[in-house]
């Protein structure tokens, strides 16, 4: 599920940025005082590109790290805080 997520936001990010370039390409074309903005929308999606590319890499190496982590561990709400519940062999 996380795998699918990141890969809907890589598309996202990735379709957002190359229209918002082909925007600034015609408003510097056309001589537009939006230029600037839309320049800066463009630099915004590359930095959420970029950070999706640091979040899924960072997420991987969690999720490699934790992968003989016992799966039967119990997390739960008890009176006066949370209590932890895991067998041990």
Known sequence: MTGVLFTI??????YMTL???QEANYFKESGSPSLHAKRQEVQD???????NHLFSGAEAFVAAHLR??????KIQA???G????FALP
């Open 19 to 21: 229209k918002a370039q």
């Open 68 to 73: 003989d982590f016992p799966g039967d561990l």
């Open 45 to 51: 999606w590359l930095v959420l590109w970029g950070f």
């Open 78 to 80: 008890i009176p006066g």
């Open 82 to 85: 949370v209590g932890i519940r």
């Open 9 to 14: 936001w890589e598309g996202t990010t990735m």
